[in-house]
């Protein structure tokens, strides 16, 4: 069994300066693009100097399930342009081991600013929820369902936008499933009740669930259902109203507490229709000088429009791991650890100009060497026995 990569060491064109994650299945490193001739000639002209690089270990590797989970994420994630999402950099195999380099992210996640800040003003969470909102309605027009949205998932990138990252439990919507029904898998604190059901009809209205406990507790400091139990946090998202955001923030405007109200709706029928006017409604809410709107029903009224699965070529159905467009994969179930001590970087980030540097600068120095995961999965049995990764 090959044994764990270090910092200093190489794989393929990259050298490997920055533990940014380790688990059983793989890990994740900050890494520098420095290629050899025949490897420069090879790669594109835009190719970034420095990515996150993640590797799946050859002992996961051989787990078929494992394998097939972390080729379609590398798939969803290189057939996926967007401004809010992460940009898939290049993959391939090394030896025996299989990669994929994803943008870095020097200002770490928002789970950082959490637990740095608490809770950001109303206008700043909202905001930031438009950013995650924009992305969400990309993957799911891609026919892509998130399913692990949570603060450890959303980005801070240094184009000052917020980006999704994270696709190890995403789902095509083309019935193409990797867990089995009844299975419930995600992060405790921002599971649709449909997921925790373990329901097979899941669409992208979890993500909009998600989104709704993610925005909370961007607002108040706290998740809607805090429990460090599994089990009763599972029983309140099927069956508990969560608190009226406004008693915990209460400069929290009317308008943003009521779309909140709608997108943690027990029923996935009662949520807004898509990403896609969630997003509008927040920015309306943002551009307003109190943040209240007198249409908000109005920007949520729409159908939930059926999801087309984001197509794979030819090459990546017969599994071809070649260089930056090879591979189509999702899901790996496996937990990935912060390192959070590292605390050296070489390079300061550009000034602060956008969202994600304001959130950043306003609670600490930025951390170049240890950013966000762009893996942290936790992985949930059925609900009768459920075991918890991550995500509490």
């Known amino acids: 069994?090959?044994?764990?990569?270090?910092?200093?060491?190489?794989?393929?064109?990259?050298?490997?300066?920055?533990?940014?994650?380790?688990?059983?299945?793989?890990?994740?490193f900050r890494a520098v693009f420095d290629p050899n001739e025949e490897e420069r000639a090879?790669?594109?002209?835009?190719?970034?100097?420095?990515?996150?690089?993640k590797l799946l270990l050859p002992s996961a590797a051989a787990n078929e399930g494992v394998f097939r989970r972390f080729v379609r994420e590398i798939g969803v994630a290189r057939q996926i342009a967007h401004p809010h999402i992460l940009r898939f950099v290049d993959s391939g195999l090394a030896g025996d081991l299989l990669y994929y380099a994803m943008e870095i992210a020097p200002y770490g996640s928002l789970r950082e600013v959490i637990q740095k800040r608490h809770r950001l003003p109303w206008r700043d969470a909202a905001e930031s929820a438009t950013h995650v909102a924009d992305g969400l309605s990309e993957l799911h027009d891609n026919g892509v369902v998130h399913r692990d949205l949570k603060p450890e998932n959303v980005f801070l990138t240094e184009d000052g936008a917020l980006k999704l990252g994270d696709f190890g439990?995403?789902?095509?919507?083309?019935?193409?499933?990797?867990?089995?029904?009844?299975?419930?898998v995600g992060s405790v604190?921002?599971?649709?009740?449909?997921?925790?059901?373990?329901?097979?009809?899941?669409?992208?209205?979890?993500?909009?669930?998600?989104?709704?406990?993610?925005?909370?507790?961007?607002?108040?400091g706290r998740p809607p259902f805090p429990s460090m139990e599994p089990m009763v946090v599972f029983q309140q998202h099927v069956e508990v109203a969560?608190?009226?955001?406004?008693?915990?923030?209460?400069?929290?405007?009317?308008?943003?507490?009521e779309l909140l109200d709608n997108l943690l709706a027990?029923?996935?029928?009662?949520?807004?229709?898509?990403?896609?006017?969630?997003?509008?409604?927040?920015?309306?809410?943002?551009?307003?000088?109190?943040g209240e709107v007198e249409s908000l029903e109005d920007l949520l009224d729409g159908?939930?429009?059926?999801?087309?699965?984001?197509?794979?070529?030819?090459?990546?159905?017969?599994?071809?791991?070649?260089?930056?467009?090879?591979?189509?994969?999702?899901?790996?179930?496996?937990?990935?650890?912060?390192?959070?001590?590292?605390?050296?970087?070489?390079?300061?980030?550009?000034?602060?100009?956008?969202?994600s540097q304001r959130l950043a600068a306003s609670s600490t120095k930025p951390k170049q060497g240890c950013m966000?995961?762009?893996?942290?999965?936790?992985?949930?049995?059925a609900v009768g026995t459920a075991a918890v990764a991550a995500g509490l």
Do not use: W
């Not at 969560?242 to 943003?256: E, F, G, Q």
């Not at 995961?373 to 936790?378: G, N, Q, S, T």
């Open 189 to 220: 604190r921002y599971m649709a009740p449909e997921q925790v059901r373990g329901r097979s009809d899941i669409d992208g209205r979890c993500d909009l669930y998600a989104l709704g406990c993610l925005l909370f507790e961007l607002l108040t």
């Open 303 to 355: 159908t939930a429009a059926e999801i087309e699965p984001l197509p794979i070529d030819e090459d990546d159905e017969e599994g071809s791991l070649t260089g930056s467009g090879g591979l189509s994969g999702c899901e790996l179930t496996d937990e990935i650890e912060s390192d959070d001590d590292d605390d050296d970087f070489d390079e300061k980030p550009t000034k602060p100009q956008g969202l």
């Open 42 to 53: 090879d790669a594109p002209a835009d190719h970034p100097r420095e990515v996150a690089l």
């Open 1 to 28: 069994m090959a044994s764990l990569k270090e910092v200093g060491d190489r794989v393929g064109p990259y050298q490997l300066v920055g533990v940014l994650g380790v688990g059983g299945a793989g890990q994740v």
């Open 242 to 257: 969560p608190p009226k955001v406004r008693t915990l923030a209460p400069d929290t405007p009317k308008s943003l507490e």
């Open 372 to 381: 966000g995961l762009l893996l942290v999965i936790a992985t949930v049995a």
């Open 266 to 290: 027990k029923e996935k029928d009662d949520r807004p229709a898509n990403a896609h006017v969630v997003r509008d409604a927040l920015t309306a809410i943002v551009a307003s000088e109190r």
């Open 169 to 184: 439990l995403v789902r095509r919507d083309d019935g193409a499933e990797l867990t089995t029904a009844g299975q419930t």
